[in-house]
């Protein structure tokens, strides 16, 4: 489950370039929060990537279809969001499968990216994403926004990550617009948090995971393993 790992199978989990930043929310699309972050993201013309739970995309096809029109990244999170490294074979590709129609259906195309939920992974679940076309994303930072008290203990915890690396790569950042317990989590600090983000960090580039610097070379090596 940690996301660098590579034990059970290669990853994304950066970009090549320290001048772009890639914002990623989990487990949504969720009202009104999700909808808060796309009027953010465009006010600061920052492209994002969403990895979407089916049956929220079945609950409000709008919101997807909001996301999409937006012009940002919108990957598979499974169907009920459980942790893989637990489902049957049968039961982990029904959850890829059943997310993937639901997209399709709301958006007229299948994803091309999946990121397992909490990270929760092992070499079947990485196989089942590559043989449906997508490409496993993990990531290089965690917001730890899901527990967050206020904005500000989100943005020390991406702010100390980013500096601890050195300006080494491209950050994928781990954020949530949804929960995955319910539909409708509270999500105000992490909008809060986002617009925060996109001042401090104005000198990067905010670019959805597949224009990420390395992404197309990662994705053929991924291929390949």
């Given at each position: 489950m940690a996301p660098g790992a590579q034990l059970y199978g290669r990853t994304v989990t950066h970009g090549d370039d320290p001048g772009q930043m890639a914002l990623t929310y989990d487990?949504?699309?969720n009202d009104p929060h999700t909808l808060r972050l796309l009027e953010l993201l465009a006010k600061h013309n920052a492209r994002a990537t969403f990895f979407l739970i089916g049956?929220?995309?079945r609950q409000r096809p709008d919101i997807a279809r909001a996301i999409q029109a937006a012009g940002h990244e919108i990957g598979n999170h499974t169907f009920t969001h459980p942790n893989l490294i637990f489902l049957s074979a049968r039961k982990l590709r029904q959850e890829l499968d059943d997310c993937n129609k639901a997209l399709e259906d709301t958006l007229g195309a299948k994803p091309r990216l999946f990121r397992p939920p909490f990270g929760g992974r092992r070499p079947n679940v990485l196989r089942t994403a590559r043989a449906l076309g997508m490409t496993p994303i993990m990531w290089s930072i965690?917001?730890?926004?899901w527990?967050?008290?206020?904005?500000?203990?989100?943005?020390?915890?991406v702010t100390r990550q980013v500096d601890s690396h050195n300006g080494k790569h491209g950050e994928i950042i781990l954020l949530h617009?949804?929960?995955?317990?319910?539909?409708?989590a509270d999500r105000s600090h992490t909008v809060t948090a986002t617009q925060r983000l996109l001042e401090m960090y104005a000198g990067k580039e905010f670019v959805s995971v597949s224009w990420l610097k390395g992404f197309v070379a990662e994705t053929l090596m991924t291929e390949r393993d």
């Open positions: 487990d949504g699309p049956r929220y995309v965690t917001g730890f926004d527990s967050a008290k206020s904005p500000g203990y989100v943005i020390g915890k617009d949804g929960g995955h317990l319910a539909f409708g």
